[in-house]
């Protein structure tokens, strides 16, 4: 009689242990996110062309470099198993994100590729209002046309106006608006300059340190997510408008108050 508990034991376990087993099989409604390439340069060059061409208004030629930055996540078709959540869970490197909340649930690949890069024209064009709305120009006299179109996505907003006064106005007195510095980013950005919010922040800047970047700007409500995994020696730059961006980045330059996220 006194085995018997253990028998009871053993016989539970059985199924838990089957259950398990049929789990790590069983794919899953994630994906795994990882940080993804930060190369793209909006002052600079993509594909042997310039990211940021304009026309109708003389243009200066920039120092420094504003870099978006991007995750590279699993396909919205591809099986993510209970040992890919687990692995990824507990590495500093990867996120385990719900699929819905990165694709849109119910779309092909081909469907889904079509509305990211639609967000991306729209992102583009929300930017080349923004810029010259906060200029003070005319979009009937100045032409904007911005050259990434097979990076989706609307995250690159913020850094493309940033980008587009930099090649206008720098800093409004003859020097750059990044001061010579690798500066990276991320946010949205809305034609009246609100700067909104965006995923994989913390994968975001864990790229831009790995490849140079020492400045990172960053929607004022992520700042948690931001500083989570923040590389050493990189400064985080918060901010809800485009007006605090441009301000930010010139106090940077001068050796001003900068504002910072909360420790």
């Given at each position: 009689?006194p085995?018997?508990?253990?028998?009871?034991?053993?016989?539970?376990?059985a199924?838990?242990?089957?259950?398990?087993?049929?789990?790590?099989?069983?794919?899953?409604p994630?994906?795994?996110a990882?940080?993804?390439?930060?190369?793209?340069?909006v002052l600079?060059l993509?594909?042997?062309?310039p990211?940021?061409?304009?026309?109708?208004?003389?243009?200066?030629?920039?120092?420094?470099?504003?870099?978006?930055?991007?995750?590279?996540?699993?396909?919205?078709?591809?099986?993510?198993?209970?040992t890919?959540?687990?692995?990824?869970?507990?590495?500093?490197?990867?996120a385990?994100?719900?699929?819905?909340?990165?694709y849109?649930?119910g779309?092909?690949?081909?469907?889904?590729?079509?509305h990211?890069?639609?967000?991306?024209?729209?992102?583009?064009?929300?930017?080349a209002?923004?810029?010259l709305?906060y200029?003070?120009?005319?979009?009937?006299?100045?032409k904007?046309?911005l050259?990434?179109?097979?990076?989706?996505?609307?995250?690159a907003?913020?850094?493309?106006?940033?980008?587009?006064?930099?090649?206008?106005a720098?800093?409004?007195?003859?020097?750059?608006?990044?001061?010579?510095?690798?500066?990276?980013?991320?946010?949205?950005?809305a034609?009246?300059?609100?700067?909104?919010?965006?995923?994989?922040?913390?994968?975001?800047?864990?790229?831009?340190?790995?490849?140079?970047?020492?400045?990172f700007?960053?929607?004022k409500?992520?700042?948690?997510?931001?500083g989570?995994?923040?590389?050493?020696?990189?400064?985080?730059?918060?901010?809800?408008t485009?007006?605090d961006?441009?301000?930010?980045?010139?106090?940077?330059?001068?050796?001003?108050?900068v504002?910072?996220?909360?420790a």
């Open positions: 009689m085995a018997a508990p253990t028998r009871v034991l053993a016989v539970c376990a199924p838990v242990v089957a259950l398990l087993a049929v789990a790590a099989l069983v794919p899953l994630f994906v795994i990882q940080p993804g390439s930060t190369t793209a340069n600079g993509h594909k042997d062309k990211v940021i061409t304009i026309s109708g208004v003389p243009t200066r030629e920039t120092s420094g470099q504003l870099r978006m930055t991007t995750i590279e996540a699993t396909g919205p078709d591809t099986e993510v198993g209970l890919d959540v687990v692995d990824s869970w507990f590495r500093r490197d990867r385990v994100m719900p699929r819905d909340a990165v849109p649930p779309q092909s690949d081909t469907e889904i590729e079509k990211n890069v639609a967000e991306m024209k729209k992102s583009q064009d929300a930017a209002e923004a810029a709305r200029l003070h120009r005319s979009p009937k006299d100045v904007v046309e050259s990434l179109a097979d990076v989706g996505g609307p995250s907003g913020l850094l493309f106006t940033l980008g587009i006064i930099d090649k206008i720098g800093d409004g007195r003859g020097g750059d608006l990044t001061g010579g510095r690798v500066i990276a980013g991320t946010g949205t950005i034609p009246d300059g609100s700067v909104g919010a965006v995923g994989g922040v913390s994968l975001k800047t864990q790229a831009a340190g790995r490849d140079g970047a020492t400045v700007i960053v929607p409500g992520e700042c948690s997510e931001a989570a995994e923040l590389p050493k020696g990189m400064r985080l730059i918060p901010v809800d485009l007006s961006a441009v301000a930010s980045l010139k106090a940077l330059k001068d050796g001003g108050r504002p910072s996220c909360p």
